[in-house]
C-alpha cells in the first residue's frame, strides 16, 4: 500500500532492524517510530482513519522482502480491542498515530493441564506520538480503544508477518475481567487483514 513518505519511513526501519541484536532493534525501531509520527513528510494512507464496525482493523502497509518484518496499521473504533494474548513468540514495536489506548501487560502465574492464569503488571494509557516494545517471553498484553466516541490507529512492525496469535479466554464468562487471575484457556487465532487503499 503506498502512502506519502513510506520510503522515508521504510527506510528508518530498515535501519534499525539492520541491528544485530533484538533490544537493539527494538529501541531504534520505538526512536523511529516517534520521529516518524512527528515528521510532516510521512503520513498514512486515509483508510487507516476508517473503522470497522465489529472488529479493530488490520491493514498491512508494508512487508520487507530482504529483512521479513511487517509493518500493520489497526484502526480501533470506539471501545473495540483484544484480549489477552501473545505475538507468537515475535518481538513488535507498536505506536499510537492517532487517538489514544490503554495497553495492559500481562505475565503468566501458573499454567496447569492447558490452562493458564495471568498476573497483571501494569496499565498505560498511551497518546499519539508514543511507542513500546514487546519481546518474548514478555509479550502477553491486551489493547483496547477507551474512548467512546473517537477512533485510534496504531503502527504496528512485526519481527515478521504476524499470521497468528493466541489469545486468552476466560473460563468463567461472568469473570469482571480477563486479568482477574482466573483460569483462562489458550486458543490459536489466525489473523488476517483488511482491505486498504
Known amino acids: 500500500m503506498h502512502f506519502t513518505g513510506k520510503e522515508k519511513l521504510v527506510a528508518a526501519l530498515d535501519a534499525a532492524v539492520r541491528l544485530d541484536e533484538e533490544h537493539a532493534i527494538t529501541t531504534a525501531l520505538r526512536q523511529a517510530l516517534v520521529a516518524l509520527f512527528a515528521?510532516?513528510?510521512?503520513?498514512?494512507?486515509?483508510?487507516?482513519?476508517?473503522?470497522?464496525?465489529?472488529?479493530?482493523?488490520?491493514?498491512?502497509?508494508?512487508?520487507?522482502?530482504?529483512?521479513g518484518y511487517s509493518v500493520v496499521a489497526m484502526t480501533w473504533g470506539p471501545g473495540q480491542g483484544t484480549r489477552i494474548h501473545d505475538h507468537d513468540g515475535?518481538?513488535?514495536?507498536?505506536?499510537?498515530?492517532?487517538?489514544?489506548?490503554?495497553?495492559?501487560?500481562?505475565?503468566?502465574?501458573?499454567?496447569?493441564?492447558?490452562?493458564?492464569?495471568?498476573?497483571?503488571?501494569?496499565?498505560?494509557?498511551?497518546?499519539?506520538?508514543?511507542?513500546?516494545?514487546?519481546?518474548?517471553?514478555?509479550?502477553y498484553h491486551a489493547i483496547r480503544n477507551p474512548s467512546d466516541a473517537g477512533i485510534a490507529v496504531s503502527l504496528h512492525v512485526y519481527q515478521r508477518p504476524l499470521l497468528r496469535c493466541h489469545v486468552f479466554v476466560p473460563e468463567d464468562a461472568d469473570a469482571p475481567c480477563a486479568g482477574d487471575g482466573g483460569w483462562m484457556r489458550r486458543e490459536e487465532r489466525l489473523l488476517g487483514t483488511d482491505a486498504g487503499r
Do not use: K
Open 39 to 67: 515528521d510532516r513528510e510521512v503520513g498514512l494512507p486515509r483508510s487507516v482513519l476508517e473503522p470497522i464496525a465489529d472488529h479493530y482493523a488490520r491493514r498491512e502497509l508494508h512487508v520487507s522482502p530482504e529483512l
Open 90 to 139: 515475535a518481538w513488535c514495536v507498536e505506536g499510537v498515530w492517532h487517538g489514544r489506548l490503554a495497553i495492559t501487560q500481562y505475565e503468566p502465574r501458573e499454567r496447569r493441564d492447558g490452562r493458564w492464569r495471568f498476573i497483571r503488571m501494569g496499565d498505560i494509557e498511551a497518546g499519539p506520538g508514543s511507542a513500546g516494545s514487546l519481546i518474548p517471553p514478555h509479550e
